[in-house]
């Protein structure tokens, strides 16, 4: 009887010990492989979810530059550049302030005259002149800084120079009045010489590559070209007319002539600079 109770005894016992085979949790790897499903394949992800896009940075900020003339790209440009920019110290009204395009003979064209000009940047029309001189018909557009990729931004500010307190005007200026400044600056772009006055309003929109015109010979110029001058300056430029070099030139026009051209507030920069901040896939090249 004793034999019968102790082998009752053990068998109890040996019913109650963990099993690690049979009554054990499986391992976390094992678990997890049981109770979730297979990962989706990516095409499946694909097709049923909804990517989720980044916010844009300034660099990745959408930067589109046109050529300024027809048939004309980015390289071509260069090869009828018929004066270069000459950027004067402030004050004075030498040098030479843009670039000048002109040909007298190229391929079928026996001169640049009548080439239709474009609007190389996005932008809104701040001014156009009557054939006066120097510019003779003109139109002047504003883009915002802010609309360029962040490393021409900074290259554009970093070569801003000090406005001086007294630009010392070697030109017939009247007392010149300084701009109202807002903190933000602008890229004025200025097209000269136009065969006619655009027939664009102060504050139309203008996009990059929209026709403004054909390249003429008025104002002070002496065959026919494009003077495509640049300048950085601060935003929201006010003055709705310009000229000198005439006796009937009015103050308020000389006022502003001067205001753009020498006080420092608007300074000139090479137009190529963003010619080749907007090369490769991000330009667009009139063909």
Not at 51 to 69: A, N
Not at 155 to 162: A, S, V
Request: charged letters at 20%.
């Amino acid at each position: 009887m004793k034999k019968v109770w102790l082998l009752f005894l053990v068998l109890s016992l040996c019913a109650c010990s963990p099993n690690a085979d049979a009554d054990t949790p499986m391992s976390t790897a094992k678990a997890t492989k049981t109770n979730t499903p297979e990962p989706t394949s990516t095409a499946t992800l694909a097709a049923t979810a909804t990517p989720i896009s980044p916010s844009p940075t300034p660099t990745e900020i959408p930067f589109t530059v046109c050529s300024p003339l027809e048939d004309e790209t980015f390289d071509t440009l260069r090869l009828i550049i018929s004066k270069p920019l000459d950027i004067p110290p402030f004050g004075q009204d030498v040098g030479h302030h843009g670039v000048d395009f002109a040909f007298f003979q190229r391929g079928e064209r026996e001169s640049i005259q009548g080439v239709e000009i474009y609007a190389i940047l996005s932008g809104k029309v701040v001014l156009t002149l009557d054939d006066r001189y120097p510019y003779g018909y003109t139109i002047l557009i504003e883009t915002p800084l802010s609309d360029l990729p962040e490393p021409l931004q900074k290259r554009l500010l970093t070569n801003y120079l000090p406005v001086p307190e007294d630009p010392d005007y070697r030109l017939n200026c009247p007392e010149v009045a300084p701009p109202t400044l807002s903190g933000e600056y602008s890229v004025y772009h200025l097209y000269a010489h136009m065969e006619a006055r655009p027939t664009y309003s102060r504050g139309d929109s203008i996009t990059c590559g929209e026709r403004l015109g054909t390249v003429g010979n008025t104002g002070w110029s002496s065959n026919p070209h494009l003077h495509l001058e640049t300048r950085l300056g601060p935003s929201g430029i006010s003055f709705q007319t310009m000229a000198h070099y005439q006796n009937d030139s009015t103050t308020e026009q000389m006022a502003n002539y001067c205001l753009w051209r020498m006080s420092g507030y608007y300074q000139l920069f090479d137009p190529f600079m963003i010619f080749d901040a907007g090369g490769g896939e991000m330009s667009v090249e009139n063909e």
